[in-house]
T-cell receptor
Framework: EPEVTQTPSHQVTQMGQEVILRCVPI?????FYWYRQILGQKVEFLVS????????KSEIFDDQFSVERPDGSNFTLKIRSTKLEDSAMYFC????????????FGDGTRLSIL | GQQVMQIPQYQHVQEGEDFTTYCNSS?????IQWYKQRPGGHPVFLIQ?????EVKKQKRLTFQFGEAKKNSSLHITATQTTDVGTYFC??????????FGTGTQLKVEL
């Protein structure tokens, strides 16, 4: 069964540094998402991406964050000037064409800011 | 903004006991999805409910969507240790994004 893959599985970074989290969505999916989950808390929406542009973003997704689809397969989340409170699990997800399709999640990247 | 709450936050049961988690949205939902997250894992889609009053079953799991389409429940009959994890409901939050509920963490003891 096709799956969403994320790299790295764990990223440790000094505060103030930039990180790039990478995702390869399921190949025939058209909608891509990033979610964040702080340890022990619920999954929070960050941003959705469709047709090579951001379709929706949350209040969390401020100027510190950006997303990109640099080629036909990768989908990246860049976090600039990382802060301690950015420490969380970041999940990439993708879904097929049409609204309200089930979303398929990757295994996540655990981001630890020191 | 839209809020989706779940109760209880935690539930410990003995293997073989039943389990129910309740999901309540502050707004009417066009549909509701349920996801399961195993400890250390990622959310995995379980089911989607669309119609008012809809009931769907997956083996020992029964999902229900409220008549007003603002609440939902997941009931597990005769829990097993493989049921351990956190169960999230999620509703559409505008566009294709999902607003996840607060989750119910289920622990099953032998």
């Amino acid at each position: 069964e096709p799956e969403v893959t994320q790299t790295p599985s764990h990223q440790v970074t000094q505060m103030g540094q930039e990180v790039i989290l990478r995702c390869v969505p399921i190949s025939n999916h058209l909608y891509f998402y990033w979610y964040r989950q702080i340890l022990g808390q619920k999954v929070e929406f960050l941003v959705s991406f469709y047709n090579n542009e951001i379709s929706e973003k949350s209040e969390i997704f401020d100027d510190q964050f950006s997303v990109e689809r640099p080629d036909g397969s990768n989908f990246t989340l860049k976090i600039r000037s990382t802060k301690l409170e950015d420490s969380a699990m970041y999940f990439c997800a993708s879904s097929g064409d049409g609204s309200n399709q089930p979303q398929h999640f990757g295994d996540g990247t655990r981001l630890s800011i020191l | 903004g839209q809020q989706v709450m779940q109760i209880p936050q935690y539930q410990h049961v003995q293997e073989g006991e039943d389990f129910t988690t309740y999901c309540n949205s502050s707004t009417t939902l066009s549909n509701i999805q349920w996801y399961k997250q195993r400890p250390g894992g990622h959310p995995v889609f379980l089911i989607q409910l669309v119609k008012s009053g809809e009931v769907k079953k997956q083996k020992r799991l029964t999902f229900q969507f409220g008549e007003a389409k603002k609440n939902s429940s997941l009931h597990i009959t005769a829990t097993q240790t493989t049921d351990v994890g956190t169960y999230f409901c999620a509703g559409p939050g505008g566009g294709n994004k999902l607003t996840f509920g607060t989750g119910t963490q289920l622990k099953v003891e032998l």
